[in-house]
């Protein structure tokens, strides 16, 4: 399929039209596209993780519970303030060893556990793949962007007037109504815009998914942009790495503005029927 | 993505042991022409793949390779990531420190030196000249040990970013082994050329293997003697490096 439509280029359009064509339809290039999905997996999964965490976090930071509430401010203040880059190295080698901590409880026998070697067996060993690697990362973005999450609804939540909750609460709603018809409901308006920061801030975190040995965009990027010397290993030439890299950039900027799109008209969607200011 | 989380979880309370169809995983780093790199259909080629999926049939091996970068290459053999290195890696006294080695599949290669064809070196008392090497490697030991005085020695991680940096006029010199950097020079169209000594460090390129893995180690090691003596080895070793026969009778 691929090899009529270069053949036809290179018929039809020009023979260098045709090469490139074939250049850029390559196996190598057509992982490096597919590799996009790597990407938009931990940018949907991390965002969904982040609103989760978000919503936990904020609530814990509003209980009437002392310890909860002090969990939610160590959270949010924590979390925020370590680098992303380290937490997603961290997370995902603390959470293999733990696991295999807990397996090696039960599946190595006492003198390999006494032995102090690392896993103590090998039914303990838990081996790390890249769908694993990639669903840990993404969570590993998830817990550092709801973070940032967490404050942006908490703060939203106190926005909420306050009136909208004394009139709920004078017409006889329970205080579970008036928190999720009410407080949760109109909250939406003013965590928005600082949900979308926090969006951007995630998609941008995501080029760091080859630091887990995941082979996404960035990764390709370098492989294919490397200089190559060697003809059997494909076309010959110098370093184009930053070639490569130029179109990650226009690739990023695409999704902002798509992305910008989607806030647009969550925005308009969630203030529909309140009378506020800035939420037209 | 159900599923995705119901395999992680069986993965878990399994230990993953269990849940790999492959006998044996070859870590490789897949950037080392015309050793192991990404060929243009985005698969793994080159001459140790061939020879290990070669090895693997004779042995009656299910093998699967996985791409490992260089510099954590052995502490993931250590860590179970996969059972045998090929990722034209030299035996060393240091190596067999931690890691058992096969029989080798690359004879001694001598490690030489790429540069512009004009660099000026005072080979009896190299100074100020920035040199550059992949890390952890033999060459940069090496670097380590006779240029560290009065020199800049600069690592890199993978061997693409060190030819990168040497083009680029960011190193003087680039010291790597003869047998990757000869399609380089040629391919460079007289950019870079061969300078200075050869340098003979390390001895020839073989698998890694964890300490006490006898039963994989003398499998392998079977099929590989096998394949020296019918000559399959030299046959490859004359396609991908042009090598004259070394191993047959």
Redesign the interface.
Known sequence: MLETLANWVSLNISEEAGTWFQYFS???H??WYASVRYTLFAAVVGAIVAVLFGVIGAAARRSGFAPLRWLGLTYTTMVRGIPDVLFILFFPLAFEQL?EFV?SRS?CTAAELASGAW?PC???????ST??YL?MASVSLGIVYGAFAANVIHGAMNSVPKGQLESARAFGFTNRQIFWNFQVRQMWVYALPGLSNVWMLLLKATSFLSLM?I?DIVLWA??LG???????????H??W?WKYYFVLFLFYILLTVISERIFEWLQRRAGRGMALHGAD | MNKIITGLALGAMLGAGSSFAADVRIGTEGAYAPWNFLDDSGKLAGYEIDLGNELCKRAELECEWVINEWDSIIPNLLAGNYDVIMAGMSVTDERKETIDFSADYYPPDPSKYAGSPDVDVDWENPKGLKIGAQGATIHAAYLEDNFSDGNTILTYETPDQSVADLMAGNIDLLLADNSFLAPVIEGSGGAVSFVGPEVAIGGGVAMGLRKGDAELAKKLETALEEMKADGSVDKLLMEYFELEPTYGE
């Open positions: 390559n196996g190598k057509l992982a696991v397996i599946a896993p090998d039914a303990a060993q838990w081996y790390l769908t694993e669903i040995q082979a370098d492989r490397a200089p190559n010397y060697f003809a059997r290993a494909g076309l010959v110098p370093d790495r």
